[in-house]
């Protein structure tokens, strides 16, 4: 009985141990907002040149692209990431 319930209280405190482990960032673990600025930035901007070969500069999905990469700009300037303005705005 003594055995059952010490390993029980060992299996729990080692499962709470592992879940706040979980929801703590590490340093390692944390995102870096400058490649994730320019990754995003270049994603949107691939689909944004695509959408306006196949259905026109002012299309709605090229229009939807243009928001979606405002939107993109906004968040990287709220995290205060240094991204190029430039290299993405050739229009």
């Known amino acids: 009985m003594r055995t ?3 390993s029980r209280w060992v299996l729990g ?3 709470a141990g592992g879940l706040l482990m979980a929801g703590v960032p590490s340093p390692a673990r944390a995102p870096d907002d400058k490649s994730t600025c320019e990754a995003r930035l270049r994603n949107i901007r691939a689909k ?3 959408d306006v070969e196949h259905h026109g500069n002012h299309s709605r999905q090229a229009d939807k692209d243009r928001a979606k990469m405002e939107q993109t700009r906004q968040w990287c300037r709220d995290h205060h ?3 190029d303005h430039d290299k993405y705005d050739r229009d």
Request: charged fraction near 25%; avoid cysteine; glycine fraction near 0%.
């Open 13 to 15: 405190a080692a499962l």
């Open 48 to 50: 944004l040149d695509f």
């Open 4 to 6: 059952k319930f010490i």
């Open 81 to 83: 990431s240094e991204w």
